[in-house]
């Protein structure tokens, strides 16, 4: 079993800057694929970043160029550093992990279900 314990999200200003963490806990694998997912006000949940155990990274069109994705594996902790906030990127974010698997495709087309894992969720607030 693996738990996954989100910290980091706040309140900014627009143009403002946050880092997220995901740390997981429990009987990991040394292949996955772990993402950062967000839903917003009335919105549906989307995908925003992804990383492979290799690695790899993708990101949602609306966030390329201002969120990092990355990962410390001897912590076990995945990251979300996020910049040039708009009001649009407030939403509780949520990390999300799927072992024994790599990412396949981009984030934004990747349907949530295939993730088994899930953090509580961290909420993030940019404010005009």
């Known amino acids: 079993q693996v738990q996954l314990v989100e910290s980091g999200g706040g309140s900014v200003q627009s143009g403002g800057s946050l880092r997220l963490s995901c740390e997981a806990y429990g009987n990991t694998y040394s292949s996955y694929c772990m993402a950062w997912f967000r839903q917003g006000p009335g919105k549906e949940r989307e995908g925003v970043a992804s990383?492979?155990?290799?690695?790899?990274?993708t990101y949602a069109d609306s966030v390329k160029g201002r969120f990092t994705i990355s990962q410390d594996k001897d912590k076990n902790t995945l990251y979300l550093q996020m910049s040039s906030l708009k009001p649009e990127d407030t939403g509780t974010y949520y990390c999300?992990?799927?072992?024994?698997?790599?990412?396949?495709?981009?984030?934004?087309?990747?349907?949530?279900?295939?993730?088994?894992?899930w953090g509580q969720g961290t909420q993030v607030t940019v404010s005009s």
């Open positions: 990383i492979d155990s290799d690695g790899s990274t």
């Open positions: 999300a992990a799927k072992y024994l698997s790599y990412c396949m495709s981009n984030v934004q087309n990747t349907d949530s279900a295939d993730f088994g894992y």
